[in-house]
């Protein structure tokens, strides 16, 4: 099974990459740029190379993860073109970086209506993808519904995805946390959750699994990570996930919180656990 967690770029794609080995992962993830900022990056195409010759060497994957303070529903024009422009730039990158696809949280309405929200979102991943033709597709992410986000269900991602005039260049990433706290699965509804993601064909387009266990409640639409087993998800229910017959050739990564990376090696090495064993 693909199984790693989230790691820093900052030192380059090839030190990520090392990074993600030496903690026992076979697939990661990184930031395009700063996550709390939309500034442009000059990309290191030599450590890209490296870094995507490495992968390619100890069969690791990869995904990407685009800052947070783009949003794709903005009613505001100035902030639309800014999300634009970083996002195609996000897809350039992680293209460069050889990543299966770019993680972008699906939009926030701010006060303008769920209707609103949606339609405009459309309209901004149109003016994304239609100056976008590379192999890397652009995963919506499902969100904790906390504030005004959209998106925390498989119908309506589904929905967003068809009513563009490029669903072939977009996929999605679940985060098991946000599913939870947005009241989308728990451990009695997993069965129900997967039967309504193959009916909607979102678990055609799934390509990558967020991996986390929520430190909020089931429906709270609180947005809190917390380390696997120890939240409010609990082993049982993640462990479902992890043996999942439909789920388990995808990459599942860890947004855990951790003081520190090496932290994950332990983390990385409980999926493994639990992923192998069959009964409980
Ligand atoms: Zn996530
Ligand atoms: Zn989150």
């Known amino acids: 099974m ?18 993600a080995h030496e903690l026992g992962a076979n697939t990661f993830q990184v930031f395009t740029k700063n996550p709390r900022g939309l500034k442009p990056k000059k990309i290191d195409l030599v450590d890209a190379k490296k870094g995507v010759q490495f992968c390619k060497e100890h069969g690791i ?5 685009t800052p947070y303070i783009t949003n794709l529903s903005t009613p505001k024009d100035d902030l639309q073109e800014a999300t634009i422009r970083s996002i ?79 669903p072939e260049k977009i996929g999605f990433c679940f985060d098991t946390c946000h599913a939870f706290a947005a009241g989308q699965w728990d451990d009695e ?22 991996f986390n266990d929520s430190k909020a409640p089931f429906n709270s639409r609180k947005d809190r990570h917390e380390k696997i087993g120890q939240g409010y998800i609990g082993t049982d229910a993640l462990q479902k996930f992890l043996q999942c017959e439909k ?7 860890l947004e855990t919180p951790v003081q520190k990376e090496i932290e994950y090696a332990e983390e990385i090495e409980l999926l493994r656990n639990l992923s192998n064993k069959r009964d409980k």
């Open 189 to 210: 509804t997993f069965d129900d959750f997967i039967k309504r993601a193959e009916e909607t064909r979102y678990l055609d387009h799934l390509l990558a699994i967020h």
């Open 61 to 65: 994957s990869l995904v990407c993860h």
């Open 88 to 166: 195609l730039e996000d897809l350039q990158i992680a293209e460069a970086y050889g990543a299966i696809g770019a993680v972008v949280h699906c939009g926030k309405h701010v006060g303008e209506g769920e209707e609103y929200g949606i339609k405009r979102m459309i309209e901004t991943l149109d003016l994304i993808l239609e100056q976008y033709d590379g192999p890397t597709k652009l995963l919506l992410e499902n969100t904790a519904g906390q504030g005004s986000e959209l998106g925390l269900d498989p119908e309506t991602l589904m929905n967003i995805r068809n009513s563009t005039k490029y």
């Open 247 to 253: 789920l388990n050739h995808l990459p599942f990564i």
């Open 2 to 19: 693909q199984i790693g967690c989230h790691v820093s770029v900052s030192k380059g794609l090839e030190k990520a990459a090392q990074t």
